[in-house]
């Protein structure tokens, strides 16, 4: 989807677009959502990222707070009888992920991160080729 498109369906469920960098000739565009903003800080219970620009591979990040929603999308995997692609720890990296693990359903590929700060985790979703593109770039 275009930024536009998913913004219209975002907004239409309750999420605020916080900002939009469009893309550049090095670096990809990146859209923000939040849902349920706090006033107070910069703080929210669930945020939805797009990486986006016409010549690589798209994907979503979402990002909650507490793990209950993502303890229900990897049961619906598991439901679902879903392909594992791979896992890995990350432990030691800069990067907040802690770990990650890969699911394919004949569409989509879902990175389910787990993050270093207890509680916090996220999901990307790619679809296939996108996937395989950002695999082959080293951009997952």
């Known amino acids: 989807m275009e ?3 998913l913004d219209n369906k975002l ?5 605020q677009l916080q900002s939009n960098n469009g893309p550049t000739s090095n670096k990809m565009g990146k859209a ?10 910069d703080g929210a219970t669930a945020w939805c990222v797009l990486y986006y620009n016409a010549t690589s591979a798209s994907r979503i990040l979402y990002n909650v707070y507490p793990d ?8 619906k995997f598991s439901r679902r009888n879903m392909l594992l ?8 990296e800069v990067v907040p992920p802690e770990a990650y693990t890969d699911y394919q359903d004949d569409r989509y590929v879902y990175r389910v991160l787990t993050y270093q700060q207890a509680g916090y985790s996220g999901i990307k979703v790619f679809e296939k080729a996108d996937y395989e593109k950002a695999n082959e770039n080293g951009q997952l």
């Open 32 to 41: 923000v959502w939040a849902y349920q903003p706090s006033e107070s800080d």
């Open 11 to 15: 907004s239409r469920k309750g999420w």
């Open 68 to 75: 209950k929603p993502i303890h229900k999308i990897r049961k």
């Open 85 to 92: 692609v791979s896992g890995e720890t990350m432990l030691g």
């Open 3 to 5: 930024v536009p498109e």
